[in-house]
């Protein structure tokens, strides 16, 4: 047998010193310990934010005992609180919806404007007293309608009974009484100086059914209706202005017309009467007024300040727009300029500290 070359021993021998040199690394390496990770750059080792004075504070949770879970520590549900009723601001202006709630006495076909030459409230000497209604000028045998649903408690004539200041001053004349929705308390309308009644006492008539016809009766001269509104009680102390109350008419272009009503006040809220009151429809900053009126407060005690507005002047059928209101009071000028809105009722209150 031929010995092994020196060559091939030389090979055998290098190939055992390698092997032995790894098994030697590998043992040392497993019984060193596990060097730990470096601390994040973000985070120092404190648990401070770099740059922080103070460790961020750490927040217990409650407790089941320390949580409240009375009623009192419960806040209640919103309530879903109803509209108020139409009445009284506390602003200088307000913008409310108003009680237009009544129909127009006469038919389209006639002539449903009101006489603004004789305002509710208006003193006439011919009868010594404030008018308590407003007029509609049209010919006799003209039907007047039922502004609303209702009952008829009065038909015929004042010559025995005064449904008014004194007798013989409403000819004849109509009554209803209205349970309306929208009001707690009852309202009365008066249709006076008919030629003609149409309807007698206990009878329910419709919004728009005919009660009478125009005429001339009792103390007029000349063929008109007078048309009151009274709420709470059918007795003339508890008149209201019915251009607060009939449905607003539309102006030329057929947009709804409003209304406004104002009440003027000294510091301790007594209600004052001015003479004149300036009314001007507003074209524009610099421009002329388009149109005027005037008025006049109320010249009775008794029929200002009545609810639900407390006015003691008004004026409805108004296009809408702004409106600038003048009057003088003991030499002072006094102005306020207004919105009137379609078929809204815009009340604005003068408090004078005269």
Request: charged letters at 20%; one cysteine or more; aromatic letters at 8%.
């Amino acid at each position: 047998m031929k010995p092994p070359s020196l060559r091939f021993i030389y090979l055998i021998s290098s190939l055992l010193i390698i092997v032995s040199l790894s098994c030697t690394t590998l043992t040392r390496l497993s019984s060193e310990p596990e060097e730990s990770l470096p601390a994040s750059p973000f985070v120092e080792p404190s648990g401070e934010m770099p740059g922080a004075d103070t460790p961020l504070p750490e927040i217990p949770s409650p407790t089941p005992e320390e949580v409240d879970t009375s009623p009192e520590a419960t806040p209640p549900p919103a309530e879903t609180v109803p509209p108020a009723e139409p009445g009284p601001c506390a602003e200088e202006v307000c913008i409310l919806d108003g009680y237009f709630l009544l129909k127009r006495p006469i038919s389209p076909d006639g002539r449903n404007t009101i006489v603004y030459t004789d305002r509710f409230g208006s003193y006439r000497s011919a009868t010594r007293n404030a008018l308590r209604g407003v007029y509609f000028l049209n010919s006799s045998g003209t039907p007047v309608l039922a502004s609303a649903d209702g009952e008829v408690v009065v038909a015929g004539d004042d010559s025995q009974m005064p449904y008014g200041p004194r007798l013989n001053m409403y000819g004849n004349l109509v009554i209803l009484k209205h349970d309306l929705s929208a009001l707690s308390q009852p309202l009365f309308t008066l249709y006076a100086h008919l030629s003609q009644v149409s309807v007698e006492v206990g009878e329910t008539v419709t919004a728009g059914d005919e009660v009478g016809l125009v005429g001339m009766s009792g103390d007029v001269s000349g063929s008109i209706l007078l048309f009151e509104v009274r709420l709470g009680e059918n007795h003339p102390t508890a008149a209201r202005n019915p251009e607060l109350w009939l449905e607003p008419l539309s102006d030329d272009t057929g947009q709804l017309q409003g209304a406004f009503a104002g009440r003027v006040v000294d510091s301790n809220g007594k209600l004052l009467k001015i003479s004149n009151i300036v009314v001007e429809r507003l074209a524009g900053s610099g421009l002329p007024a388009i149109d005027q009126l005037y008025l006049k407060t109320y010249s009775e005690n008794s029929l200002m300040g009545l609810d639900p507005w407390e006015e003691n002047f008004a004026a409805g059928d108004l296009p809408a727009g702004e409106y600038q209101i003048s009057f003088y009071y003991e030499g002072d000028l006094q102005q306020r300029v207004v919105e009137v809105q379609r078929g809204r009722l815009t009340l604005v209150i003068f408090e004078l500290n005269k």
